[in-house]
C-alpha cells in the first residue's frame, strides 16, 4: 500500500493536537498501548507525534493518531484483517516488555489511563 487514503477508514477526530487525540483514544478504546513516535504500522506508515502516543483497540479496530504534513492530526479508525494483525503485534510487543495493555475499567467514574501510568513508562 503506498497510501493511508487507500484503506478504508472512518476519521473520529480531525485537525485536533497530539493531547487531544491521546486523550480521546484512552477513553475510547478496549486496550491502549503506548507507542514511540516513528512506529510503524500496516508496514508502509510511521506514527509521528509527541510521545507517549496512544493506540487503541476496540474489538477488532485499531484506533491510532494520524498526522498528515498541512493537513493536522486526525484519529482514525480501520477495521480489518490488517487491524487485526496490528493489534496482536501491539500486544506481543507489551508481552515482551513484560507489562500489558492499560484495560478501561467499565465504570462511569473511570476516564481512561491516569497521567501517572503513561508517564511512569517514560521516565526510562
Known amino acids: ?6 484503506m478504508k477508514y472512518t476519521i473520529l477526530l480531525d485537525r ?5 487525540a491521546r486523550e480521546y483514544i484512552e477513553k475510547n478504546s478496549d486496550e491502549v498501548y503506548y507507542v514511540s513516535p ?10 509521528i507525534g509527541v510521545p507517549p502516543i496512544a493506540m ?4 477488532n479496530a485499531l484506533i491510532f493518531p494520524y498526522t498528515k504534513p498541512c493537513h493536522g492530526s486526525f484519529v482514525l479508525n480501520i477495521e480489518n484483517d490488517d487491524s487485526i494483525k496490528e493489534i496482536n503485534r501491539l500486544r506481543d510487543a507489551e508481552k515482551g516488555k513484560g507489562t500489558g495493555p492499560i484495560k478501561k475499567a467499565k465504570t462511569s467514574e473511570s476516564s481512561g489511563a491516569s497521567s501517572a501510568s503513561y508517564l ?4 526510562k
Open 56 to 59: 487503541g483497540a476496540k474489538g
Open 16 to 20: 485536533i493536537s497530539f493531547k487531544e
Open 38 to 47: 516513528g512506529y510503524k504500522i500496516f508496514k508502509d506508515y510511521y506514527i
Open 1 to 6: 500500500m503506498s497510501c493511508i487514503e487507500q
Open 120 to 123: 511512569n513508562m517514560w521516565k
